[in-house]
Nanobody
Framework: QVQLVESGGGLVQAGDSLRLSCAAS????????MAWFRQAPGKEREFVAS????????YYTDSVKGRFSLSRDNAKNTVYLQMNSLKPEDTAVYYC????????????????WGQGTQVTVSS
């Protein structure tokens, strides 16, 4: 059974940093691309960032470029989203997702999802 477990969310002030983690089990982690999506209250879930199976390629939505950094440790079956210079508009539930090999930016492309972790940024 595949499980993706997110952690690291919390309440921070604007300008602060957080690091989200997503620990995967039940799959061959090094064969899967990983991604983060987020969903703010009253809004649709949106793509944030993705990383391919090897970690060689990362992609970010424009609003987080230069502030967020995605990495993975295949030995630990974990992907990390380092979020710096957080803004109130980053407030959302952040979800980890997995799909085989190559990355994608659409929800429907991902096979597995975590339960989400809340990130709240106060102004």
């Amino acid at each position: 059974q595949v499980q993706l477990v997110e952690s690291g969310g919390g309440l921070v002030q604007a300008g602060d940093s957080l690091r989200l983690s997503c620990a995967a089990s039940g799959l061959t982690f090094s064969s899967y691309a990983m991604a983060w999506f987020r969903q703010a209250p009253g809004k649709e879930r949106e793509f944030v960032a993705s990383i391919n199976w090897s970690g060689a390629w990362t992609y970010y939505t424009d609003s987080v470029k230069g502030r967020f950094s995605l990495s993975r440790d295949n030995a630990k079956n974990t992907v990390y989203l380092q979020m710096n210079s957080l803004k109130p508009e980053d407030t959302a539930v952040y979800y980890c997702a997995a799909r085989p090999r190559d990355t994608a930016a659409t929800m429907g492309a991902y096979n597995y999802w975590g339960q989400g972790t809340q990130v709240t940024v106060s102004s």
